[in-house]
């Protein structure tokens, strides 16, 4: 599988563009800014975007999404349980960050937990891992084992909870049973910081001791 990194916007999220090797299509995590740059690394590798989702509607991490889906046709999706966020995406970002970043992008599918979301001969399993936000999810790529956390897990932290839809039992209950039962060696690509992986969460993330 064709990975790539972007780290966009002010907050420094972890845009991620992953790609099939075989059919060049491509699907676009968490577009939280600097739409030229997610192109760019399309076009680098001459990928189709299939599909845009986000790991959660918070601001800083689809402050892209609508710009993308205007210029690429691609399929927004996102989890049902996000749909409140959404409606306060604009006015979150105008107490953030002093600017009107226009209409959210239009929704064309769901998220459900172990949905797969393919593309190309590569798919992902949908998780769902709420307590950051009511309808946080985490994508897993079994084949290469990698999961892209969102800001549910970073590496060595855990995501807010003081945030509209927050709950720290819920969270920490999600990625003890949705993150945590993955196998040891998973890389954590989280949504902001460096990856991690599974089994160095489990022993030493100092919000989830005790974990087994």
Not at 31 to 59: C, E, S, W, Y
Not at 62 to 88: K, N, V, Y
Request: a negative charge.
């Amino acid at each position: 599988m064709i990975l790539e990194t972007m780290v966009v916007g002010a907050l420094q999220v972890n845009c991620y563009a992953l790609g099939c090797e075989q059919t060049r299509q491509a699907v676009v995590i968490d577009p939280g800014d600097d739409l030229p740059a997610i192109q760019a690394a399309l076009r680098k590798h001459d990928l189709t975007l299939a599909r845009i989702i986000v790991t959660h509607t918070h601001f800083d991490h689809m402050l892209a999404a609508r710009l993308l889906q205007d210029a690429t046709g691609a399929p927004f999706a996102l989890h049902p349980a996000e749909l409140s966020l959404l409606g306060l995406m604009r006015r979150m970002t105008l107490a953030w960050m002093a600017f009107d970043p226009g209409e959210p992008p239009r929704i064309d599918g769901d998220l459900a937990p172990g949905q797969p979301v393919n593309f190309g001969a590569e798919t992902l399993e949908v998780r769902w891992t709420p307590g950051h936000s009511p309808g946080s999810v985490t994508f897993v790529h079994h084949a290469s084992r990698r999961a892209f956390t969102g800001d549910a897990l970073f590496a060595g932290s855990i995501g807010r909870t003081d945030l509209p839809g927050g709950d720290l039992a819920l969270l920490l209950s999600s990625i003890r049973a949705e993150i945590f039962t993955l196998p040891d060696d998973t890389v954590v690509l989280p949504g902001h910081g460096t990856t991690s992986t599974v089994g160095a969460e489990r022993r030493g993330n100092p919000f989830l001791a005790n974990s087994g």
